[in-house]
């Protein structure tokens, strides 16, 4: 068996969020959607890296890009170098205490955000063509919860030597051989791509893992 369901993306919790996805509303898209973003002003919501890189790569293309965090700045969740890259970038804002509260439009694209201000709890509305969420992601695992395969703490799949490296996971592996590098604590089942914990997050490794667990599984079946 091999696991391969991936994560899915953390949604915005605001209002107008699932109605506008895919038009207007995209997570993790950056690199697909910016051609259509062209001279037109786009807003990033997220702090972390992904949401930095987006947004550089956004600001080639767009007339504005503003990022919105609910941090006072990006210091504690970007990278220094990505930040000072962001800085270097006239079309690129960077908007602390920011949450989007309703996202509003037509039928078929936004026009407009609703924003809160949290540092004085006021509201207000600004133009907008498209939105960038980059809030995080949680794996699809909520169907094993209930089994024996080891999740971590955020719910990623716990593979190779991380399945006995802590002594509470010791008594999980049941053969006097060590697990293979993407087996589970369940002999013969093994995890590739987004949905391992660890995992590099990026198409390229998780398919390149996905070949490496065919390897794996016939090394297990050779041994039966």
């Given at each position: 068996v ?6 899915e ?23 697909t ?27 080639k293309?767009?007339k504005e890009v503003?990022i ?12 220094s170098?990505?930040?000072d890259q962001?800085?270097g970038?006239?079309?690129i ?6 949450q ?14 609703l ?36 999740i ?9 030597r991380?399945v006995?490296?802590?002594?509470k ?8 051989r ?13 995890a ?12 390229a490794?998780?398919v ?11 090394a ?5």
């Amino acid at each position: 068996v091999i696991l391969t369901t991936g994560v899915e993306y953390r949604h915005l919790p605001a209002e107008g969020a699932d109605k506008f996805a895919g038009a207007g509303v995209y997570y993790g898209a950056a690199t697909t959607e910016a051609k259509a973003c062209e001279n037109k002003i786009v807003y990033v919501v997220g702090g972390g890296n992904s949401a930095g890189q987006g947004a550089v790569y956004l600001s080639k293309f767009a007339k504005e890009v503003h990022i919105l965090i609910r941090k006072p700045d990006l210091t504690s969740s970007m990278s220094s170098y990505l930040i000072d890259q962001i800085d270097g970038v006239k079309n690129i804002q960077v908007h602390g205490y920011r949450q989007i509260q309703e996202i509003c439009g037509d039928d078929d694209h936004i026009q407009q955000l609703l924003i809160k201000n949290l540092e004085d709890d006021s509201s207000f509305k600004t133009d907008a063509d498209s939105v960038f969420i980059f809030i995080g992601a949680r794996p699809r695992t909520e169907w094993i919860e209930r089994s024996k395969i080891i999740i971590d703490e955020r719910g990623f799949v716990v593979t190779g030597r991380d399945v006995t490296t802590m002594d509470k996971r010791a008594k999980a592996w049941p053969l006097e051989r060590a697990p293979y590098l993407l087996e589970t604590c369940q002999p013969g089942v093994f995890a590739a791509g987004d949905v391992r914990s660890g995992a590099m997050n990026r198409v390229a490794s998780a398919v390149g893992e996905g070949a490496m667990a065919i390897k794996f599984v016939h090394a297990y079946l050779a041994e039966h």
